[in-house]
Structures are given as C-alpha cells and as structure tokens.
C-alpha cells in the first residue's frame, strides 16, 4: 500500500542555520503532496503543498519540490528561526478524491537561539 | 471564529467507559475526518464522512463509532474504553476536491484521552 517515510528525528539546529528534513514516498499514480507542521499543544496546519511532478510547493520560508523520478517531497529552509520548532508531518494523499491521508512518522524540529 | 473544534480537550476516564469526542467545522466543508494520533506522534486516519455519507473506515475496534448528524458535525462515540485508547484524536474537514486535486485538510485543536 500507500506509504510516507521521513528522516528520523530529533533534528536540532542553531537560529539561522539550514534546514533539510528529507521525505519519500512509496504510492501508485500520482499523489498530491503535503507538508503539516504541528506546534506544540496545538492541531496540524497545512505548510505546503504540491500536486503534482516538478511542483514547488513554499510558505513562510519552507520549500519543497514534487520529485517523482525520486519519489522525494524534501523540506527545506534556508535560515530557521526559534519559532519553527515543531513537529513536521509529510504527507501524500491519492487523487482517488477520498481524501485520505497518509502521514510520515513526523520529525521533531528543535532550534535554539 | 474556530474553524474545527473540538470538545472536549482532555478527557480522562476508567477502562471500560463510554465517552463521546464532538467535532464541528464551521468551514462549509463537505468531508470530515477521524485521525488518531499515538504516543510516538504517529497519526493514523480512522474515519471519513462526506455530506453524512461514511466514505472510509479504515481498520478501527468496532467499539468505536462515528456519527455525523449533519455535515457540519462528526462525533466520535467510543465504547468500552481499553488502556491502548489513550492518545490523541484529531477532527478535521476539507472541501469537496476539484476534479483530480485533493484539497488542504483543515485539522482541529485535538483531545487528548487517557484511559487509566
């Protein structure tokens, strides 16, 4: 079945250092990609997303293209802040119109000042 | 204005209770969602309605029931509350999807159960 693996965490990094948490997919056809982040105490909120190949899905900072030919929705960040840590959800969901989504296991995101 | 909330926000209770989970989206959505989020953070989907129609129920203990009065509310009814229960569970809703794209879900504040 449908499946979204992502880099294991805790990932800690300084204020203004680079961010990369790495997702990749396994799903028949062509999915729609997504990116939830989750502050602490609080629901899952959209941060981006991609429907389809070669797609650049960005918000407040955060990027990630659709890969297909790697089956990657890599997050990336040039310069994160203390505000940013959270927990990141990568996410594909079928264009079956169910719905459904598929969630990675989440990567803790720490930064310090 | 809250666009999916939910009550309560921490519920603690015995093994072997019954207790109910409200959801309501004041987005105008047509599709709601169960998801169940365990202690390692990992979140599962457990129920989908659309307009009140269940359109996925995925592998979930028939102790667990959903209902969606209408398409604005879908509670989760949970009967005979077991240890492995506690975690936390998030509402969520999302528009119709437009031909091939499948829309943003919007997710509620969560509940977090503790079964002692």
């Known amino acids: 079945g449908d499946s979204v693996t992502q880099m294991e965490g805790p990932v800690t990094l300084s204020e203004e250092a680079f961010l990369t948490i790495n997702c990749t997919y396994t799903a028949t056809g062509y999915p729609s990609l997504f990116w939830y982040v989750q502050y602490p105490g609080e629901g899952l909120q959209l941060l981006l997303k991609a429907t389809k190949a070669d797609d650049k899905g960005s918000n407040k900072g955060f990027e990630a293209t659709y890969r297909k030919e790697t089956t990657s929705f890599h997050l990336e960040k040039g310069s994160v802040q203390v505000s940013d840590s959270a927990v990141y959800f990568c996410a594909l969901t079928q264009s079956s119109n169910t719905g459904k989504l598929i969630f990675g296991q989440g990567t803790t995101l720490q930064v310090k000042p | ?116």
């Open chain 2, 1 to 116: 204005d809250t666009a999916v909330s939910q009550t309560p926000k921490y519920l603690v209770t015995q093994m072997g209770n019954d207790k109910s989970i409200k959801c309501e989206q004041n987005l105008g959505h047509d599709t709601m969602y169960w998801y169940k989020q365990d202690s390692k953070k990992f979140l599962k989907i457990m129920f989908s309605y659309n307009n009140k129609e269940l359109i996925i129920n995925e592998t979930v203990p028939n102790r667990f029931s959903p209902k969606s009065p209408d398409k604005a509310h879908l509670n989760l009814h949970i009967n005979s509350l077991e240890l492995g229960d506690s975690a936390v569970y998030f509402c969520a809703s999302s528009p119709p999807a437009s031909g091939t794209i499948t829309d943003t879900q919007y997710f509620g504040p969560g509940t977090r159960l503790t079964v002692l």
